[in-house]
């Protein structure tokens, strides 16, 4: 016989009392702002996986073409995504190690390999067995079919980025791409908004159209295009960014270019705006480059020399408006018209370890004698 069955009685759940508790135990509120560049990457992904889909889906039928089975390769497409992004993490976390295992993966990775697994599952029977997916002809009739798409507004950006934010919020389980806060009332819900990190922003420069989340806004602010900036060669111009190279390469006065007397020897790199003031400091060592050219064999100190006596001849501006080597040997050589031809020394050489080998090949032949 069978023992009797306790009967337990189970309290019934409290109710609230007033309408202030209802409203604290009703249903929350979510944030459900996302990473909008991000959403818009993910949205672009999908017109050409669809386009894949129905060229391969299609291929040597002559009674169909992608166009026709477009509208329900599409449905069929958003379902497939929308059941593989909620199983995403059962399947790829719980099954596969834990949260770490998948921590590194990007959504917007894992939403293109649905995208392609799709497409290739919709591959008909001659896509499969003939060379079709290595052809370049298929490449190019599937761009061909997503500007066709784009250009009869198949499937328009909006509702793919809608989509695209279901799918988005279902495969980042780690919240980095969506904000996933809840709040028991509109006006807390409001208040997050204003601070939220996922919050759509605008640039402010003049002529950007960039559209973003607030966490993007310093990245954004790093390379936006229209953003102004002092010149990164340190002159005193503030342009656009996507106006510096152009800048720095032709009209800056900082830019370096070589010295004008660069054919004739000097190396050194000199900035734009002080050329003058670089050929008036180096005169004497742009003399000694010309001369060296015309006077071959010439000692050092001769050159020198020669140098001091034109700069003395000269009047005080000839020889330093003499902007470039052509300019300075004309110049010189006018000078030298009236100085005559240059005094070259020519020193004796005399080596003082000369004598030591004729003492030892004097003392071998003393040796030589002896013996």
């Avoid at 719980?94 to 921590?103: D, M, N, R, S, T």
């Avoid at 180096?282 to 001091?308: C, G, M």
């Avoid at 240059?342 to 004598?355: D, G, H, M, P, R």
Wanted: contains cysteine; hydrophobic residues 35%.
């Amino acid at each position: 016989m069978d023992p009797p069955t306790a009967v337990v009685e189970l309290e019934p759940e409290p109710k609230p009392e007033n309408m202030e508790e209802a409203k604290e135990i009703g249903p929350m509120l979510s944030c459900n702002l996302y990473d909008t560049e991000l959403c818009h990457k993910i949205a672009q992904v999908f017109l050409p996986g669809l386009a894949t889909a129905c060229v391969d889906n299609t291929s040597g039928d002559l009674f169909r073409s992608p166009a026709t089975v477009a509208v329900d390769l599409r449905k069929e497409m958003v379902e497939y995504l929308t059941q593989r992004s909620e199983s995403f993490v059962a399947v790829s976390v719980v099954l596969e190690g834990g949260p770490e295992a998948e921590a590194s993966d990007h959504p917007l990775d894992v939403i293109s390999d649905f995208v392609d697994d799709f497409a290739s599952v919709k591959r008909n029977l001659f896509s499969r067995v003939s060379g079709w997916l290595l052809s370049e002809k298929r490449e190019d009739k599937i761009d061909d079919f997503v500007q066709e798409m784009e250009i009869n507004g198949f499937w328009l950006i909006d509702r793919r980025q809608a989509i695209a934010q279901t799918v988005l919020k279902n495969v980042d389980f780690m919240n980095n791409f969506h904000c996933d806060m809840k709040f028991n009332s509109e006006e807390e819900l409001a208040g997050h908004v204003l601070l939220c990190k996922f919050r759509t922003m605008n640039c402010t420069n003049e002529g950007c159209s960039a559209i973003f989340c607030a966490s993007h806004l310093q990245q954004h602010d790093l390379a936006c295009p229209f953003k102004i900036i002092p010149c990164e060669q340190n002159c005193s111009e503030n342009l656009m960014r996507r106006e510096m190279d152009r800048h720095c390469i032709t009209v800056c006065p900082m830019k370096l270019v070589n010295c004008p007397f660069y054919p004739v020897g000097c190396t050194i790199p000199v900035p734009q705006y002080s050329i003058h003031q670089h050929c008036t400091e180096n005169l004497q060592t742009h003399l000694l480059h010309i001369l060296q050219l015309i006077y071959h064999e010439a000692s050092e100190e001769d050159l020198k020399k020669r140098a001091r006596q034109l700069e003395e001849a000269s009047s005080p501006e000839q020889l330093v408006n003499a902007r470039d080597a052509r300019s300075l040997t004309f110049a010189v050589k006018e000078l030298e018209a009236t100085l005559g031809p240059l005094e070259i020394t020519i020193k004796k050489e005399t080596n003082e370890n000369s004598a030591e080998p004729s003492n030892l090949e004097a003392n071998a032949q003393n040796e030589a004698g002896q013996s």
